[in-house]
């Protein structure tokens, strides 16, 4: 009951200043008008500065003004008890709760801003429910076929073998994967994310990530080309741009068909260098592209594959992290184009392994 409490006390509060400054200008009228007539005691009804009417004016005024007062602070109190009330319920749970009278244009603007942090509040809530039930259902597979295969070792059922041991490893890195891109985008949305920016060749740190991706490209059946450009220096923390890279790779090998090409470019445009990894595999639809970088959400081209959903919100916290862009244009069978920007590097000295050397 505290609320229409305070909500009524407000409404006095209105009244009492509305009244309050009406009462002022009233009197000031009454004292500037009424009384240098006091003395003469003209009273004459036909004078338009008589007394009586004069008199029977303030009257009016005032009777005008408690009414006024009293009408605008009604007004100006009825939408904020909806938004009381409509702040109970959403704190009770109910996050569909709005107001369902935004008030005049003075309160609209506030209500208006209140609506959409509760919309922003509900989306992010029903993304954090999606991205549960994504990530257990991508946890549930590989231990069931954990759980499964060890049981089948331990009543004997298979032998321990190296094709059995291979097949509950594969499970395992599946699980230690989705837990590390877990972590990694837990890392990269944090604001103690730690970052050490520094002048590196982005076309070196392309080529390793190349190398260290090359076996499981070829195994997925792909086609891989490079351009790049050498000497591309931005500014960039290294450890953060192999991972961004990595993952990057890592979606073309999960997302891409056997026979699809995989190239990636690192190029100097005006002031940012640019890496961009292409493909020719299933790409994604049009209405599909403004969601690709939400957690966990996974287009129809990926239904049934190995991945978290977790990879692309990873590569775009840790480009921010970086005062970095990431960006994609696809067409649905056309394959896929995510590029990276980073700011160039101004000048640097003597490079060491891909890094500027202090």
Not at 318 to 338: F, N, P, Y
Request: proline share 5%; aromatic share 4%; hydrophobic share 50%.
């Amino acid at each position: 009951m505290a609320e229409p409490e305070r909500s009524s006390a407000l409404r006095r509060r209105l009244v009492a200043a509305f009244m309050t400054v009406a009462l002022i200008s009233l009197a000031v009228l009454f004292i500037g008008t009424v009384v240098p007539h006091l003395p003469d005691q003209h009273v004459d009804p036909h004078d338009p500065v008589s007394l009586v009417w004069l008199l029977a004016a303030t009257a009016l005024a005032a009777v005008t003004a408690i009414g006024l007062s009293v009408g605008i602070a009604d007004r100006l109190t009825r939408p904020v008890d909806g938004y009381i009330e409509t702040a109970r319920r959403f704190a009770a749970g109910d996050h569909s709760a709005r107001p369902a009278d935004l008030g005049p244009p003075e309160f609209a603007e506030l209500a208006s801003a209140l609506v959409a942090a509760a919309d922003e509040i509900e989306r992010s809530e029903t993304a954090r429910r999606q991205l549960t039930a994504d990530i257990a259902h991508e946890l549930r597979t590989p231990l069931a076929a954990l759980q499964a295969g060890l049981e089948e070792l331990r009543d004997g059922l298979v032998p321990a073998d190296a094709e059995a041991l291979a097949a509950l490893h594969t499970q395992a890195t599946r699980l230690g994967r989705i837990v590390n891109d877990l972590s990694d985008l837990a890392a990269a949305e944090s604001s103690q994310l730690h970052t050490t920016l520094d002048e590196i060749d982005l076309a070196a740190v392309a080529q390793f990530a190349l190398a260290a991706q090359a076996g499981a490209m070829k195994s997925a059946g792909l086609l891989v080309g490079r351009e790049l450009q050498p000497e591309t220096w931005v500014i960039a923390d290294v450890g953060r741009m192999h991972q961004v890279v990595g993952n990057l790779l890592a979606n073309a090998v999960l997302y891409c068909r056997p026979g699809d090409q995989v190239t990636v470019r690192v190029w100097a445009a005006g002031t940012v260098g640019v890496l961009e990894v292409a493909d020719t595999g299933p790409g994604f639809r049009a209405d599909e592209l403004p969601h690709i970088f939400n957690r966990a959400w996974r287009g129809v081209s990926a239904d049934g594959t190995r991945g978290s959903g977790l990879g692309l919100p990873i590569v775009q916290a840790l480009m921010t992290a970086q005062h970095g862009t990431v960006s994609v244009d696809s067409a649905e069978g056309k394959g896929a184009r995510i590029s990276v920007r980073l700011p160039l590097a101004v000048s640097h000295g003597a490079r060491v392994g891909g890094l500027k050397s202090r």
